[in-house]
């Protein structure tokens, strides 16, 4: 069954955050084992960005995609769904709608995930600098990447 792409909508936003926990505690957060208790609160919001798209087959969500300007703020991919191209889908989505318009697609990737720096790698993105963000108020060291497009 293939892979369907659309809009997220404000009623999507419990399947975005399961999501998003799993997807971290199965990466990163198998590292950074204080992030569970902020991700399960549910006070604790998604990221705001400019748009999000969703990957789903079968009318179930397998991941997202967040977009703000022309950086990919988010890429989260159920873990059952990992491995099956579902983020090359989504990721492919991102290059097509803003690639061309910006010139280029940035995003960040912690230190901690290598697996999504593997990714990255794998389609093209290249590392920018190294910088400290804040995540949920704590410092990490995060490669900001980046893919130039021609505009």
Known sequence: MSIELRAALPGDDARLREIYLAATMSSYGRELTWLEAILRDPATPLEPADWTVIAERAKTALGYAAVTG????????????????????????????IGARFGVVT?????????ARRFYDRHGYAVRETQTILLHGRPLEAWLMEKPFAR
Not at 77 to 94: F, M, N, S
Not at 107 to 115: F, G, K, M, S, T
């Open 70 to 97: 022309s950086h990919l703020e988010n890429l989260y991919i159920d873990p059952p769904a990992q491995g099956q191209g579902v983020g090359a889908v989504l990721l492919a989505e991102v290059e097509a709608r």
């Open 107 to 115: 995003l960040r990737c912690l230190h901690a995930n290598r697996d």
